[in-house]
């Protein structure tokens, strides 16, 4: 009997030996208790979190949590059941009427995670005959999503205006586009021209769908994202977001002006085969989206806390993703693998956790060190974090 | 499809950049097993032939694709 496992040896080799060196696991973290969105206990120390897409520091809001437990009370722990059964309740359309009325658009459909809501939407609306477009750095979720359906892949140069442009016009005539991007990048903490790339798609008559997971309750005018910055967001076909970032709970959903879109509910698997989230789940994204329609101070100071973050960093010497910040994301390149393990242990050690990021999840075989910030990070934390880095990178060797 | 083949000269051009491991490269070179490039390495080598042949490649079609005569002869056959 062949072993199936055998196709993973090289990883399994590859974990070893970086665990063999003492290093502590960092895909293997738990978090013994978590006192705020910006802190809780790691190994019984208390650690500052820069690596939880917490952004807006929704998780312990006293309205979100009392709307929670009041769902949880009454309407109990879970649906049992998909959305089109009996796993629709009034807490589910409240939940979608707040990001209607959060986009200001005519549709709304909740999945039961962001990745789930890429996979249904991609793999559904993209045929046989047609053409799904996108961008090579795309989250897992859009591949897999690609992956699921039966549509013609075609991937183009991340960022890449005229890549994208020259790739729609080769689309055999009278075949259907959809063309996919992201607003914000979430490897490097980068935004799309989508100013440009949403104008070069409607003029070659392709579909537009944006990833706004990693921008939704602070980029824009009122956090609706990168589109709505940059003055596009009415030529965006599909909007798809997540509530596992800004709004603080789990969960996915896409915003739509289509006028077909309701059909989706029925022909679209990942919504229909599935249990619909929880009831408290859903009462604490409704409430987290209408207090992110208010947020206009916090915005401001989370940003604030990116340009500091930004700026002390790369005064510290560090490599950074983006030449100045364009999000909550600041990645910080390592030279490999063994030096950004060590950096992320030292990190640790000194009381904060970031992301270690690796490939295949980051472009072109980069070492990250992902630190993403919440508008609950004080200006003292954020000091707190340079020095931790500076003590950090001394003692590795990296700067 | 022998060494003195138009595209498949074109094509070697494009892959030598990506050959990291300077494996001696003929028609019957594999991309995974020969060259060992990973899946992104794949589709931005593939976007380069896109460009170079103007065509398209999708990842779809990319499967059947095993090495860099088997690409050439399918250039050839989408230009012809």
Not at chain 2, 51 to 64: C, G, K, Y
Request: hydrophobic share 40%; aromatic share 8%; glycine share 8%.
């Amino acid at each position: 009997m062949s072993d199936l496992f055998s196709k993973f040896d090289p990883l399994i080799e590859q974990r070893e030996a970086l665990l063999s060196t003492g290093l502590t696991d960092p895909f293997n973290l738990v978090m013994e208790r978590v006192e705020s969105p910006t802190v809780a206990i790691c190994n019984g120390r208390r650690t500052i979190l820069l690596g939880t897409y917490n952004y807006m520091g929704m998780t312990f809001d006293p309205d979100v949590i009392a709307a929670g437990k009041k769902a949880l009370e009454e309407f109990g722990s879970g649906t049992t059941g998909s959305r089109v059964l009996n796993g629709t309740y009034a807490t589910h359309k409240e939940c979608e009427d707040a990001l209607k009325d959060f986009y200001a658009m005519d549709h709304a459909m909740v999945f039961s995670t962001g990745y789930q809501a890429n996979l249904g939407i991609i793999s559904t609306i993209a045929g046989k005959e047609d053409y799904i477009v996108l961008d090579i750095d795309s989250h897992a979720s859009i591949y897999d999503g690609c992956a699921l359906g039966n549509a013609q892949i075609v991937p183009f140069r991340h960022n890449d205006i005229e890549a994208l442009e020259k790739r729609l016009k080769r689309v055999p005539e009278g075949a259907g586009k959809l063309v996919v991007l992201e607003g914000v990048y979430s490897m490097l903490g980068d935004i799309a021209p989508l100013k440009e790339m949403v104008a070069v798609s409607k003029a070659n008559g392709a579909m537009v769908l944006v990833d706004e997971a990693h921008s939704m309750g602070f980029i824009g005018e009122h956090g609706r994202g990168v589109a709505e910055a940059q003055g596009v967001i009415d030529d965006v076909d599909f909007i798809i977001g997540t509530f596992s970032k800004s709004v603080g709970t789990v969960g996915g959903f896409c915003v739509s002006n289509h006028p077909k879109f309701e059909i989706l509910r029925l022909v679209c698997r990942p919504y229909v085969f599935t249990a619909s989230l929880p009831p408290s789940v859903v009462a604490t994204a409704a409430t987290s989206i209408r207090k992110l329609m208010h947020g206009a101070d916090k915005r401001a100071h989370l940003w604030q806390n990116s340009k500091k973050l930004h700026a002390g960093l790369k005064a510290l010497g560090f490599t950074l993703g983006t030449e100045e910040p364009q999000s909550a994301i600041i990645a910080v390149i390592m030279p490999d693998l063994k030096t950004g393990a060590a950096m992320w242990e030292a990190l640790l050690d000194e009381g904060l956790y970031v992301n270690l990021a690796r490939p295949p999840a980051t472009p072109a075989g980069m070492t990250l060190l992902r630190c993403s910030l919440c508008a609950e990070h004080s200006e003292g934390q954020v000091d707190e974090i340079l020095a931790m880095f500076g003590a950090a990178g001394r003692a590795t060797g990296c700067i | 499809m022998d060494e003195s083949d138009e595209t498949y000269s074109r094509v070697k051009a494009l892959v030598e950049p990506f050959n990291k491991k300077d494996v001696a490269v003929t028609p019957d070179t594999r991309f995974q097993q020969d060259l060992e490039w990973d899946s992104l390495t794949v589709l931005n080598f593939v976007a380069e032939v896109e460009d170079e042949f103007d065509v398209l490649i999708p990842v779809n079609m990319q499967a059947e694709i095993e090495t860099i005569g088997e690409l050439s002869a399918a250039l050839d056959k989408m230009k012809a």
